[in-house]
């Protein structure tokens, strides 16, 4: 049926947006959050600035500026795909969400952790890879989680700028078959089939390293 291979294109889009948001969420997200705890309080300031931004702003806004932004900033890149400034504004809203998660996460741990890591002559850093973010990403698994799940769902807004993921393609068959409803329903079944695993996948492994931590 040629309106499922329409589904299953758009199914396929939203799945690459979603992977590389992720992706590159969960990267400049835990960067970000190690400035917003860094010793230095200027690198704290320009941190907390970029998260004041992003979370005080809506990502529809986002993907119009770097949407268009880059564009006019750079008129060499007005060829490339639109699938690019997409996964930059996801990826820009999601490192915002993520730092939050992971400032959280690191402030949750003893401090004692740290001090006692300096004492064994490790460096700062060190301590912060080896000791204080395998807790602080205990701490923080459920909230990942959740934020992930977002990240699927808020790639829908991408349809407006023309990619076609799942939700540019169930608006593509509701004006095919002048059926406003059913197309929805599909898709909103299809991004429940994306997240229900995933929510289950992290509930499965934060089972996992709570018994870890009791055994």
Same mark, same amino acid.
């Given at each position: 049926?040629?309106?499922?291979?329409?589904?299953?294109?758009?199914?396929?889009?939203?799945?690459?947006?979603?992977?590389?948001?992720?992706?590159?969420?969960?990267?400049?997200?835990?960067?970000?959050?190690?400035?917003?705890?860094?010793?230095?309080?200027?690198?704290?300031?320009?941190?907390?600035?970029?998260?004041?931004?992003?979370?005080?702003?809506?990502?529809?806004?986002?993907?119009?500026?770097?949407?268009?932004?880059?564009?006019?900033?750079?008129?060499?890149?007005?060829?490339?795909?639109?699938?690019?400034?997409?996964?930059?504004?996801?990826?820009?809203?999601?490192?915002?969400?993520? +730092?939050?998660?992971?400032? +959280?996460?690191?402030?949750?741990?003893?401090?004692?952790?740290?001090?006692?890591?300096?004492?064994?002559?490790?460096?700062?850093?060190?301590?912060?890879?080896?000791?204080?973010?395998?807790?602080?990403?205990?701490?923080?698994?459920? +909230?990942?989680?959740?934020?992930?799940?977002?990240?699927?769902?808020?790639?829908?807004?991408?349809?407006?700028?023309?990619?076609?993921?799942?939700?540019?393609?169930?608006?593509?068959?509701?004006?095919?078959? +002048?059926?406003?409803?059913?197309?929805?329903?599909?898709?909103?079944?299809?991004?429940?089939?994306?997240?229900?695993?995933?929510?289950?996948?992290?509930?499965?492994?934060?089972?996992?390293?709570?018994?870890?931590?009791?055994?």
């Amino acid at each position: 049926d040629k309106y499922a291979q329409i589904f299953l294109d758009g199914l396929r889009m939203t799945l690459e947006l979603s992977v590389f948001a992720v992706l590159l969420g969960s990267i400049f997200g835990t960067l970000m959050g190690l400035l917003r705890v860094s010793a230095s309080k200027v690198l704290r300031v320009l941190s907390a600035v970029y998260v004041e931004f992003t979370r005080g702003t809506p990502l529809l806004v986002q993907l119009y500026l770097f949407r268009y932004g880059l564009i006019i900033a750079f008129p060499a890149l007005s060829k490339i795909s639109v699938f690019v400034p997409c996964i930059i504004a996801l990826a820009f809203n999601s490192t915002a969400y993520v +730092a939050e998660i992971m400032r +959280a996460g690191i402030n949750a741990v003893d401090a004692g952790q740290m001090e006692a890591g300096r004492s064994l002559g490790m460096t700062r850093p060190q301590v912060m890879r080896r000791v204080i973010l395998p807790q602080a990403y205990r701490n923080i698994l459920p +909230a990942l989680g959740n934020e992930f799940v977002s990240i699927i769902k808020e790639s829908s807004i991408c349809s407006v700028v023309g990619v076609f993921d799942l939700m540019y393609m169930a608006d593509l068959v509701r004006a095919g078959t +002048a059926r406003p409803f059913e197309p929805l329903l599909v898709a909103a079944l299809l991004y429940l089939c994306l997240t229900f695993p995933l929510s289950k996948l992290m509930g499965l492994l934060e089972r996992r390293m709570k018994r870890g931590e009791t055994a």
